[in-house]
């Protein structure tokens, strides 16, 4: 196994591949805005860790206070993505990058680490089997599935919001809540646009671009949170497919 690891810093952050499985040698406006978000993030102590390769492993962490997430709770990080992909698994890279996570809040004087779950494993979701592995225990839950998983070490617990437990909003067209975390989400959301205008579709794509707004959130998010009729829906990013079912309802 490739122990060579590197952590994004201010200084490396306009150089380094940000690993997001994306490959393009061109500029990427998703590439590009997630380097505009982390420039903003890092100095709150936000954890960018991978690989020191061109390859998808990789784990992204930050203190609970400033984690743009619906969760309270004192003294936690959040993990917002561990992703190990292609070749690379199987290797123990998964592991090393969560022993790194559970170390560092242990450094810190952490009171745990928490992740974003579900009942039933979803995608865009990290493996939550393999959190289970290190002792994360369910710490909260919502009507339709999505767990809050923790790591506690002194036995206190983080809880999704109540506004992320409402899941309704007052608007009944489609609306999407997104920040620019994930490198996907410029071209996701451009392509639902899109489609939208084309079809005749009333959308609201409400862009999170503060601390404030993602602890508001009336749903729980990762960086993605979809509605419609006022309902909510998912965190999953949407092709075009599962943006159709979901207007069929």
């Known amino acids: 196994m490739n122990t060579d690891f590197i952590n994004i810093t201010t200084e490396n952050l306009s150089s380094e591949h940000l690993c997001c499985i994306?490959?393009?040698k061109k500029e990427h406006q998703g590439i590009e805005a997630k380097r505009q978000w982390l420039s903003g993030r890092l100095n709150e102590g936000h954890v960018?860790?991978?690989?020191?390769a061109k390859a998808t492993v990789f784990i992204e962490y930050a203190p609970l206070e400033t984690a743009w997430v619906p969760i309270t709770g004192d003294n936690y990080y959040y993990v917002y993505c561990l992703w190990v992909l292609g070749g690379d698994k199987g290797k123990g890279y998964g592991r090393s990058l969560m022993e790194y996570c559970i170390d560092d809040a242990g450094e810190k004087g952490k009171s745990g680490i928490c992740m974003l779950g579900a009942k039933k494993q979803k995608s865009?979701?990290?493996d939550q089997s393999f959190a289970k592995k290190f002792g994360f225990k369910v710490a909260d839950t919502?009507?339709?599935g999505y767990e809050l998983l923790a790591l506690s070490f002194d036995g206190t617990m983080p809880r999704f919001t109540k506004n992320a437990k409402a899941q309704k909003v007052e608007n009944k067209e489609l609306t999407?809540?997104?920040d620019m975390q994930c490198p996907f989400i410029c071209q996701n959301i451009e392509m639902i646009k899109q489609y939208c205008e084309t079809n005749s579709i009333p959308a609201s794509l409400?862009?999170?671009?503060?601390?404030q707004k993602a602890k508001e959130l009336p749903c729980v998010f990762n960086n993605y949170g979809v509605f419609?009729?006022?309902n909510f829906e998912t965190v999953n990013l949407l092709d075009i497919a599962y943006l159709e079912r979901i207007l069929k309802k």
């Not at 960018?48 to 020191?52: A, E, G, I």
């Not at 409400?206 to 601390?211: F, G, K, R, S, V």
């Open 22 to 24: 994306i490959r393009s």
């Open 48 to 52: 960018f860790r991978k690989l020191n």
């Open 124 to 126: 865009w979701l990290s």
């Open 142 to 144: 919502t009507d339709n």
């Open 176 to 178: 999407i809540y997104y």
């Open 206 to 211: 409400i862009q999170i671009d503060t601390l």
């Open 228 to 230: 419609y009729k006022g």
